[in-house]
């Protein structure tokens, strides 16, 4: 073979071969394009939302009219959540007694640029100048590792023009800077520290401020992003404000340094007599007689030993209990059973006076202990229970509802013995209003009685 021909023999078998896979009837080779480039990532944003609203109930978000949070409460805030950039219909609604709600803010249209943190904050009381949205925006550019950057948020509106002081742990110096000043509705920063220890203090403006808040020595950590809103104090304690602090992720409250923990005591053994109430070995409630109840007791924080006695003889301990009394909690402690058929019980429960606009709050307790099983009907007034279903079936010695949220009217309440219709309490007729606390503890006959009844705390009033 001429291998001078090889080269021109070899360049027809190519032609050939790409001939074979063309469609093109001139033989051409397809020309095949490039994929398209992958889109550019979305342009994001982040979104936090607290409820900062003292009187509110719990609320619903919606975002573009799906529940994006569910029964939100006060002193919540949720995460901060990554939307894409654009607009969206932001809803918040309040939960009212059943399965009812209540629009409270919006639906608002909210313009989510790109890198860009969104803090809307609902504001306000409902039983004031109602709530409104407060919205702060800062770039969502990520923080240094040591460093902790701040937001503070005046968001209770009884208190007046207060000045923010953020130093280091200690005696606040003469002459201090403060952060700032503000009134509500208002905000100081953000502002960058760097990661420490460190005490947050809010004052009313003078020649020598009046310190109304002190955190006390707490540790800010590196890499946290937080905002601070200071919100109307709803339990014991002399300041107005607590800090609801959130951190993105998580939220708490922050309780003034000097904040108490309360507790009353409830004398609901019939056959005790006249108590005295003891703590720490120290008479703090003398001659307590049945059915009768204190006032709250104000002690700091920590665990005490409480006894109650026969009056005048502390030998005799019908009860003791060792109790830890949390900060800023309210306690309610009942004194249950009979002291001639077994040692008395302390029944601990644990009081919410926050008050809400939009419902009545009603606690009852079973702490009847010849009472037996009970089922418990809640109607309108005059309603016969006859052919009524019980609110509360059932219910046994000891037992407590916890709070029961009920729009505001009257009501007749009456107790029988479980599976039967007769009254064995009641019927009472109960008037409730929206922003009303109530709690009724069922109880033996008074000495020489033969009926059964009410020890009734809080707000409750009987119609005659």
């Known amino acids: 073979m001429d291998r001078k021909f090889m080269p021109a023999a070899l360049a027809a078998a190519f032609l050939a071969l790409a001939g074979c896979g063309s469609s093109s009837s001139s033989g051409t080779p397809e020309v095949v394009p490039p994929p398209p480039p992958p889109p550019p990532p979305a342009e994001t944003s982040t979104v936090r939302i607290v409820h900062a609203s003292a009187d509110a109930p719990n609320v619903n978000i919606l975002i573009d009219g799906d529940a994006a949070f569910e029964n939100v409460a006060f002193l919540a805030a949720t995460p901060l959540t990554e939307l894409d950039s654009g607009d969206y219909e932001i809803q918040v609604d309040g939960r009212l007694p059943g399965d009812e709600v209540t629009t409270v803010i919006g639906p608002v249209t909210l313009t989510l640029e790109a890198d860009t943190q969104y803090n809307v904050l609902a504001i306000g009381d409902v039983g004031g100048d109602g709530i409104e949205p407060l919205v702060l925006t800062q770039p ?21 023009e207060v000045e923010v002081y953020v130093t280091a742990p200690g005696e606040l110096a003469p002459g201090e800077t403060p952060l700032g000043s503000f009134v509500f509705g208002e905000d100081l920063g953000p502002v960058e520290v760097d990661a420490g220890d460190y005490q947050i203090r809010v004052a009313v403006p003078g020649d020598e401020p009046t310190v109304v808040f002190d955190s006390g020595a707490i540790a800010l950590p590196g890499g946290a992003d937080l905002l601070i809103a200071a919100v109307t104090n709803t339990g014991p304690g002399d300041s107005p404000i607590t800090l609801l602090v959130s951190d993105g992720v998580d939220s708490f409250n922050l309780l003034d340094i000097g904040t108490p923990a309360t507790a009353r005591v409830v004398h609901a053994s019939p056959d005790a007599g006249n108590v005295d109430v003891l703590v720490d070995d120290a008479v703090a409630v003398p001659n307590l007689a049945f059915p009768e109840f204190t006032d709250y007791l104000s002690l700091a924080p920590g665990e005490y030993n409480i006894k109650v006695t026969p009056a005048g003889n502390p030998g005799t301990v019908a009860i003791e209990a060792d109790l830890e009394l949390e900060i800023g909690a309210e306690y309610a402690v009942v004194a249950v ?59 046994e010695f000891l037992e407590q509802t916890g709070y029961l949220s009920l729009p505001a009217d009257d009501y007749d309440v009456t107790v029988t013995a479980a599976g039967t219709t007769t009254p064995a309490i009641g019927p009472a007729t109960i008037a409730l209003a929206n922003g009303g606390i109530y709690t009724a503890i069922a109880r033996d006959p008074l000495p020489g009685d033969m009926d059964f009844g009410l020890i009734l705390l809080d707000d409750f009033v009987l119609i005659d």
């Open 140 to 160: 969502a550019n990520e923080i240094e590792a040591g460093t902790v950057r701040a937001r503070v948020v005046h968001a209770a509106p009884g208190a007046p």
């Open 337 to 395: 059973g009979e002291l001639g058929v077994a040692t008395i019980d302390a029944l601990v429960l644990v009081d919410d006076n926050r008050r809400v606009a939009t419902e009545a709050k009603v606690r009852i307790v079973h702490g009847s202990p010849n009472a037996g099983p009970v089922d418990i009907y809640v109607t309108g007034v005059g309603e016969a229970i006859d052919d009524a279903e019980p609110a509360i079936a059932g219910f």
